[in-house]
């Protein structure tokens, strides 16, 4: 949903100069101590410091690309479109006032592209004369009838015209542009409120890095007199998509509550006046060796709704109040952990862009110092498309994990993406680091399986019975059935899945049973027929340190999806070695007791 950031100037291209919608910020990240030796102090210092400078959008002067961007956002969200001149909505029941332009059919879409500068798409038809005035996107009929233009009735010829709704494009995508369903925080905060979230959540896709600019990093100590000095300086460029990133060993200094403070300022400027800088305070320097919390965000401390696609992800981040996208009691469990001196990391998909709405969120929710922060930087919509969710992420979990030392480390995330695979691969890479694996399920909830649950657990011959493909069939004479004494129905096979957990077992193990049903036809040559019988395969594998906190799905399962988690969970459970318990939680209070006596363990070993 979001544009390519990251702009390549080849060849002639410059670099846009530095302008007053230029911006710089730094995102939160901590500091490592190193070469500490028993009784000493440490030596060393391991300085990791990530900013972007951006140019934000001109909204006076916003180019065609721009426009289209936002237009294409307010249909995907569902919001209704938008007058340019009025900023009024079209009434849903009058037809009229949702046109704007009506050409014939074999119009032609003229885009002047010569200069830079955003200009209104003409809509020229084949028969139009050297006297016809030009039709732009925000010509009205009113205007076509004074300059002596015919304009068709709508309802009288609307197979024969397009129609220019208020999105500001042409009538030929009219109808993919128009939501066919409205968001639901209309009815819930009213328009005016969606209107305002979705122009401060939205700006966040035209922000555009800058490469090449150089920024001058400072680190600074404070001393007991609350006095700061410079202890550290470098000069960075930005990359390709105007990021800096600074990871370098500095000697250590002393500075009060072991937190110093970082400040950027870009060296290119174009007025003395104004200098463009960003401030960071109180930035941590942990020690090597600790406890840390490394977890996701969406769906796992925000609720995002990823798992109902992608539409509902932008109408979430674009329009839902922060206070509606807080899950409950995981901010009380995170204070819980920071309580045991445990530190705070987050590695999300979530694209850098979105930093500033995720801290408001973050402060509305009460949640404890953030360490640092790892998020990813939107290419461009082919690209999220064809790379996978797990390889955009593994990466950024693997920088974070190697970038705080020797640290124990706790993984949290949810099952509605591949956050349970790609734990599982850090715990084979590092067995002696990580203490425990909490997913959240979000698929039982979604699915709706738990709705189903009945107290009384259906043995299999029951469910079976319940399938149409168990029922009794006529019997099937005997024709050409010479090649084999049975024969398989293949059409009518089908699998159920069923978690069941041991009694008495320490630690807690649960049995995830597989039965395969399928229809066989057995000879029956006395009565030269063949009678439908069902088999049933039976495979179970035991699921040994996996703790489930929350409501699962006890009964035998044939939702695909619900299904998938269940393999999900067995094959995660084959490469994480067994020392590492998997806890499946849903609200944040659950694995509040689990995750104490987890963290009092480690510390105490």
Not at 136 to 159: K, R, W, Y
């Amino acid at each position: 949903m979001f544009r390519s950031f990251g702009r390549l100037f080849r060849g002639s291209e410059e670099s846009p100069t530095i302008n007053d919608l230029t911006s710089i910020t730094i995102y939160p990240q901590c500091f490592i101590s190193t070469g500490k030796e028993y009784g000493s102090e440490p030596k060393h210092i391991s300085v990791h410091v990530r900013g972007w400078v951006y140019e934000n959008p001109d909204l006076n002067n916003l180019g065609r690309k721009d426009r289209l961007m936002l237009n294409l956002l307010r249909r995907y969200v569902g919001l209704p479109p938008k007058s340019k001149e009025t900023g009024t909505y079209p009434e849903k029941d009058d037809e009229n006032t949702n046109l704007q332009v009506v050409v014939d059919t074999k119009a032609q879409l003229n885009v002047n592209v010569n200069d830079g500068k955003p200009n209104d798409i003409e809509l020229s038809s084949t028969s139009k004369t050297e006297n016809d005035p030009p039709l732009s996107l925000h010509t009205t009929p009113d205007d076509l009838q004074g300059n002596g233009v015919n304009v068709p009735n709508p309802s009288l010829s609307a197979s024969r015209s397009w129609y220019q709704s208020g999105y500001g494009i042409s009538g030929f995508f009219n109808r993919i542009m128009t939501p066919s369903v409205n968001s639901q925080y209309i009815s819930t905060i009213g328009l005016a409120k969606c209107e305002e979230y979705f122009e401060e959540r939205s700006l966040a896709s035209l922000q555009r890095g800058l490469k090449d600019e150089f920024v001058l990093v400072k680190i600074y100590a404070t001393d007991k007199n609350f006095e700061q000095k410079v202890v550290a300086e470098f000069n960075v460029a930005t990359n390709v998509e105007g990021y800096f990133i600074i990871d370098e060993v500095i000697p250590f200094y002393t500075t009060k509550n072991n937190k110093f403070s970082v400040e950027a300022v870009l060296l290119q400027s174009t007025s003395e006046d104004k200098v463009i800088k960003a401030y960071m305070s109180e930035v941590p320097v942990l020690d090597r060796n600790g406890i840390s919390i490394i977890s996701d965000i969406d769906d796992t401390v925000k609720n995002t709704r990823v798992i109902e696609g992608p539409r509902k992800v932008g109408e979430t981040t674009l329009l839902a109040p922060l206070n509606t996208q807080t899950i409950e009691g995981v901010s009380d469990w995170f204070r819980v952990m920071t309580n045991l001196n445990a530190t705070v990391h987050f590695v999300s998909n979530s694209p850098w862009q979105l930093w500033p709405t995720l801290s408001k969120f973050f402060t509305n929710d009460n949640m404890p110092y953030i360490s640092s922060i790892y998020l990813r930087h939107f290419n461009g919509v082919l690209q999220n498309i064809i790379e996978p969710a797990a390889a955009r992420k593994r990466s950024s979990l693997l920088t974070a994990i190697r970038s705080l030392g020797d640290r124990k480390i706790v993984l949290i995330g949810d099952n509605g993406e591949q956050d349970l695979q790609i734990y599982a691969e850090m715990a084979a890479c590092f067995p002696e680091r990580i203490l425990g694996i909490f997913i959240r399920d979000v698929m039982s909830d979604f699915c709706g399986v738990l709705k189903k649950q009945t107290t009384k657990s259906n043995s299999l011959p029951e469910v079976v019975q319940t399938k149409p493909f168990a029922t009794s069939t006529p019997d099937t004479p005997l024709k050409e059935f010479t090649t084999t004494l049975k024969d398989v129905d293949n059409e009518q096979a089908s699998e159920f899945y069923q978690l069941e957990k041991e009694p008495d077992t320490v630690p807690s193990t649960f049995i995830l049973h597989r039965y395969y049903t399928y229809r066989i036809f057995v000879e029956d040559r006395a009565n030269k027929t063949r009678k439908p019988v069902v088999q049933v395969e039976h495979a179970a594998s035991k699921l040994e340190n996996v703790h489930i906190l929350c409501d699962y799905c006890k009964h035998k399962c044939s939702n695909i999806m619900e299904q998938d988690w269940f393999v999900q969970l067995a094959r995660a459970r084959g490469v994480i070695p067994l020392h590492i318990p998997i806890v499946i939680w849903f609200n944040g209070e659950e694995p509040i007791s689990f995750t104490e006596d987890l963290l009092k363990s480690a510390f105490a070993s």
